[in-house]
């Protein structure tokens, strides 16, 4: 959400009803429960949609068995 803040891609009434949300609000978790809902879905679709599935083998190269020239 800081994200979506910062890029400005949420509206300014939305910001400004956050902001007296977050005036009256003490609890940093219960803040955010109702910032999240605050905040409509369609902001968030495409951050959601990025996830890419990748099929195969996957292979984990580890660098401390990688020899540089300077080990030789």
Known sequence: MIELW???????NISKEALKLSKAESDELQLFSVLYDLVP?????????K?????GEKQVILSCWLKTEEDN
Do not use: L, V, W
């Not at 879905?41 to 949609?49: E, L, P, T």
């Open 41 to 49: 879905d369609r902001y968030f679709a495409g951050r959601n949609q």
């Open 6 to 12: 910062q890029n400005g891609e949420i509206p300014a």
């Open 51 to 55: 996830k890419t599935m990748t099929e």
